[in-house]
């Protein structure tokens, strides 16, 4: 037993320390200062390319934060275990502090101190009542306050005092602040159970498919949590009609809208039959729980391939914006080869057409070198190099969307053919008679789908724990005792005190109203100051006959 009392004594004080409130406000504040490097730093859930790019920038410095899981910080080892244990802290925290609060309310005021004149707030007066009509007037005057009455059996004996007491909904909204915390926490951690998030790329014109979310296949990058298989997506469809983009005279986008339909009824083949929607930033689509977000744009070259015999390949494909305020843009497109052309595969393999490249929409030359200056799409022009070869589309490999594999061109596989400058409706040709053409470009949207059944109690426990705050911060917890004698002048005197346990700006008004109106009622005579009495810190002017005995 000697052994095992200090491990007991440790676990009970290491107990003690982690449910205290200041524990509670420092995890608290830990947990702010741990989210701020997910703000500041890519992570990985959200756009593992941004990372690795990051990481490859800044060499040592971004492999060390990412040994240190800065580009991880939700699902970090670290942040879960302040997480927990703020959880764990506000459990140990409110639950004693509940029950006291039931047992408070349970129990009576506490009984009048025995000098009335210590208190913070004190007046006395006399008057031709009877001790019992007295202390019934100042009862009355109580309404809305707990009181308790002792007729004899208090502090003082052969007095009456009256002990009141009111503001118990500070501790009230202080305990609610709390659990509405505690339960924000929760869902916020049932959330990442239950959401399910997917971004779609979707070309802005008339002639691009519907989207429709009944599948995770159906997104570029699809995320969930642990218990979503999905397999129960809300069902709706998608049809974007249009993007625009407002923009300052500077360049700068001052807004970005979308005309979009959509339908719950994923069998409805008729998109003109669907809901008009008008997409725009901070205003997303609502289908019950899931909302649809727009969250970038871009622009999609279209380039048609005209190969020897005579056929045609046409595609549009996003390209990247590399500049974010002229929005040039850089990408590939791939493009195979009609299958009767070469009836050897391994000759097709070498006949595919790769074109890479930049994208402005309103181009800007330097000799040959093309930028953009403006954002909006008013003059497009394409600078491309075209290679021939294996472009890698039936390698059966992860293929980038937006750069080609550097390895097949330093092995020879693929051979650049042509390097251009291309307005729209221009083409150049292949030594073996093949054309490409560059058609224009069209805008597309980035949406992001999301459903998270919890966001609703999240909203409801952030109102809880404003309501909670709001009502702690306004409401004052105190005190009023009344003893009610008869003085060696054989008269009825009153004596009041007045406590606040956080003593701020209007509690000492209310208690001088409840004085003056007791006064008014009973028709009193003022104690005057008797060297007994305690100076008043209103000032001891003998004329002004109620700011004596007054503090």
Request: hydrophobic content about 40%; aromatic content about 10%; charged content about 20%.
């Amino acid at each position: 037993m000697p052994r095992i009392a200090p491990v007991t004594a440790f676990m009970r004080n290491s107990w003690r320390t982690l449910t205290a409130m200041r524990t509670a406000l420092i995890l608290l504040f830990l947990l702010a200062v741990a989210a701020i490097p997910g703000a500041l730093l890519p992570q990985r859930s959200l756009n593992q390319g941004n990372v690795n790019q990051y990481i490859a920038d800044n060499g040592w410095l971004g492999e060390f934060f990412d040994k240190l899981q800065l580009f991880d910080v939700f699902s970090s080892w670290w942040f879960t275990a302040v997480y927990v244990l703020l959880f764990i802290s506000l459990v140990g925290c409110l639950t004693p502090r509940s029950i006291d609060l039931v047992k408070q309310l349970k129990a009576p005021p506490p009984l009048a101190p025995r000098n009335l004149a210590r208190l913070p707030h004190h007046a006395a007066y006399r008057t031709t009542a009877t001790p019992e009509q007295a202390a019934d007037q100042v009862q009355k005057s109580l309404k809305g306050w707990r009181v308790r009455r002792n007729n004899g059996d208090g502090r003082v004996s052969g007095s009456i005092e009256l002990s009141a007491e009111r503001g118990y909904a500070r501790e009230v909204g202080n305990i609610v602040f709390h659990f509405g915390l505690l339960f924000l926490l929760i869902a916020f951690a049932a959330g990442k159970f239950v959401y399910a998030e997917g971004m779609r790329v979707i070309i802005a014109n008339e002639e691009a498919p519907a989207f429709c979310n009944t599948t995770p296949s159906a997104y570029d990058s699809f995320r969930a949590g642990l218990l979503v298989d999905g397999t129960d997506l809300a069902p709706f469809c998608i049809k974007v009609e249009d993007f625009r983009t407002d923009y300052l005279p500077n360049g700068q986008a001052e807004m970005f809208t979308s005309n979009i339909r959509f339908s719950e009824e994923v069998t409805t083949t008729d998109p003109d039959t669907w809901e008009p929607y008008t997409l725009q930033v901070n205003h997303p689509l609502r289908i019950g729980g899931t909302r649809v977000y727009l969250q970038g744009h871009g622009f999609a070259p279209t380039f048609t391939v005209t190969f020897p015999n005579g056929e045609t390949r046409t595609d549009t494909v996003q390209w990247q914006p590399t500049d974010l305020l002229t929005f040039l843009s850089s990408g590939i497109m791939r493009f195979d080869p009609p299958a009767g052309m070469y009836p050897d595969i391994g000759d097709r393999l070498e006949q595919q057409i790769a074109i890479q490249g930049l994208f402005a929409p309103t181009a800007s030359f330097d000799g040959n070198i093309l930028s953009s200056r403006f954002p909006r799409m008013d003059d497009p022009a394409v600078a491309i190099d075209v290679y021939q070869g294996n472009a890698g589309l039936d390698n059966g490999g992860a293929q980038s969307i937006f750069s080609l594999d550097p390895d097949l061109m330093e092995s020879g596989a693929l051979e650049r053919r042509a390097r251009v400058n291309l307005m729209p409706g221009e083409s150049t040709t292949l030594p073996d008679g093949t054309e490409v053409r560059f058609d224009g470009a069209d805008e597309f949207i980035n949406i992001q789908v999301s459903e998270d059944p919890t966001q609703i109690w999240v909203g409801v426990f952030a109102a809880v724990m404003v309501g909670g705050l709001v009502l702690s911060l306004m409401v004052r917890r105190r005190r009023i005792w009344a003893r009610v004698i008869v003085d060696g002048a054989q008269a009825t005197r009153v004596d009041l005190g007045g406590l606040a346990k956080t003593d701020r700006s209007g509690w000492g008004r209310e208690f001088d109203d409840l004085r003056d109106r007791l006064a008014t009622i009973a028709t009193a005579t003022p104690v005057l100051p008797e060297p007994s009495d305690t100076a008043s810190s209103r000032g001891a002017d003998p004329d002004a006959s109620w700011k004596d005995n007054i503090r």
